[in-house]
């Protein structure tokens, strides 16, 4: 077993019976560049890949920034209740940091059923792989998975990082369309960015 099985496992084990306080950094709102069309991008604290020349650092920290409580919900949800907002797009820190797990689920099941018109784009750190080890024995995970659209996924590499690319920062990273990678058990990526640098689409 992988040490992060090891260390989700030791979470999920600390946090039974008890609710998880998922912290925040920043709400934007009509963002272009963290998904297709004006999203609401919610920036979540708690990362535990601390990639070399990350951009956003100070969201490490899974105890800083801002509790989300109700009122940064609402606020959240305001945002989707406008014709013109594509969507959420969940940034940080790493939405999927183990502690954020809990209270990510809860967020993303709910925006489904309010919103189901609406996607959810989510960045993290992890790939598609380890995500696939671990979703086994982690239900909120699951959960997860089960109501994101797109996936961003994989750690952010310096010496791949590539100004052209759609969406993130280094070649290894890849943009999966998660209901049919689920469906058939074989990636789909939503966007190909090798096509687009190779000039194929």
């Not at 609406?118 to 992890?126: A, D, L, P, R, S």
């Not at 998975?145 to 290894?172: C, I, Q």
Request: charged letters at 25%; hydrophobic letters at 35%; aromatic letters at 8%.
């Amino acid at each position: 077993m992988g040490i992060q099985c090891l260390v989700m496992q030791r979470w999920l084990k600390y946090q039974k019976g008890s609710r998880c306080s998922m912290r925040y950094h920043n709400i934007t709102k009509a963002d272009m560049l963290n998904g297709d069309g004006l999203r609401v991008v919610l920036w979540l604290a708690g990362c535990s890949h601390h990639c070399q020349a990350c951009q956003n650092p100070i969201t490490w920290d899974a105890n800083d920034g801002l509790i989300f409580d109700e009122e940064a919900k609402r606020e959240v949800f305001a945002e989707l209740e406008k014709s013109w907002c594509n969507g959420l797009t969940l940034s940080g820190g790493d939405p999927l940091y183990v502690g954020n797990r809990k209270d990510v689920s809860l967020l993303v099941k709910e925006i489904k059923s309010k919103f189901p018109d609406k996607n959810i784009w989510c960045y993290t750190g992890y790939t598609w792989e380890e995500l696939m080890k671990e979703v086994k024995e982690d239900e909120n995970l699951k959960t997860i998975l089960d109501n994101v659209d797109v996936l961003l996924e994989g750690r952010f590499v310096l010496s791949l990082a590539l100004e052209k690319l759609h969406y993130v920062g280094s070649s290894n990273q890849r943009i999966i369309d998660v209901r049919s990678s689920l469906d058939t058990g074989v990636i789909n990526l939503y966007i190909d960015n090798n096509k687009i640098l190779k000039g194929e689409v």
